[in-house]
Each structure stands twice: as structure tokens, then as C-alpha cells.
Nanobody
Framework: QVQLVESGGGLVQAGGSLRLSCTAS????????MGWYRQAPGKQRDMVAR???????SYADSAKDRFTISRDNSKNTVYLQMNSLKPEDTAVYYCNAFISSTLGNWNNYWGQGTQVTVSS
């Protein structure tokens, strides 16, 4: 069993900052890519940022220059530093990770989601 547990969401005023964390636990042999997605009410879930095992990153256009994704492989944890937050960033943020529990057996996992609300 593998679990992803997110933390760090909350209510913040426009222009403020939040830092999300997501830690993977359980039967883990290796972790490949990790990332953050978000889903606003009535909308599809979209990628915000991803980071591969080597530290390479990619961002949605809406997140570039404001958000920074990072990871601590020793802690099986991925972070999302969000600065200059806007009301349109309001959504449930989900952690995602591609994890193998045994050699060659890879699965895609999701966290339970954490609410981020940005007030104007």
C-alpha cells in the first residue's frame, strides 16, 4: 500500500503565499515523477507543475514565474511554493506520483487533495 498525504492548503489573500507539501509513504521501492494538479469547481483537473526524479521541472503557463516545485528524495516529499496568489488559483490541489512498490511494478497514485482558497 502507498499513500500520498498533502498539507499546507488554506485561505490566503490575493498576493499572498502558500507552501504545499506531499509525502509518500508505505511500500515504496522507487519514485519517478511527482507533481501537483488542481481542480476548480466545474472544471477538469489540470497539471500545475511536475518534477522528475532527476530534478527536471515543467509548469503550466499559469504557474510559471509564480510557483516553484521541488522535492526531497530522502523524505519522499514534493513541495509546491506558491507566490503572488490570485483568486483564479482557488482550487483543490492534488499531489500525484509515479511509484514502484517492487522492481518494475509502477503505479500512478493520487493524494486526497488540499483546498486552496485565494480571496480578492
Amino acid at each position: 500500500q502507498v499513500q500520498l498525504v498533502e498539507s499546507g492548503g488554506g485561505l490566503v489573500q490575493a498576493g499572498g503565499s502558500l507552501r504545499l507539501s506531499c509525502t509518500a509513504s508505505g511500500s515504496i521501492f522507487s519514485i519517478n515523477a511527482m507533481g501537483w494538479y488542481r481542480q476548480a469547481p466545474g472544471k477538469q483537473r489540470d497539471m500545475v507543475a511536475r518534477i522528475n526524479s532527476g530534478g527536471g521541472t515543467s509548469y503550466a503557463d499559469s504557474a510559471k514565474d509564480r510557483f516553484t516545485i521541488s522535492r526531497d528524495n530522502s523524505k519522499n516529499t514534493v513541495y509546491l511554493q506558491m507566490n503572488s496568489l490570485k483568486p483564479e488559483d482557488t482550487a483543490v490541489y492534488y499531489c500525484n506520483a509515479f511509484i514502484s512498490s517492487t522492481l518494475g511494478n509502477w503505479n500512478n497514485y493520487w493524494g486526497q487533495g488540499t483546498q486552496v482558497t485565494v480571496s480578492s
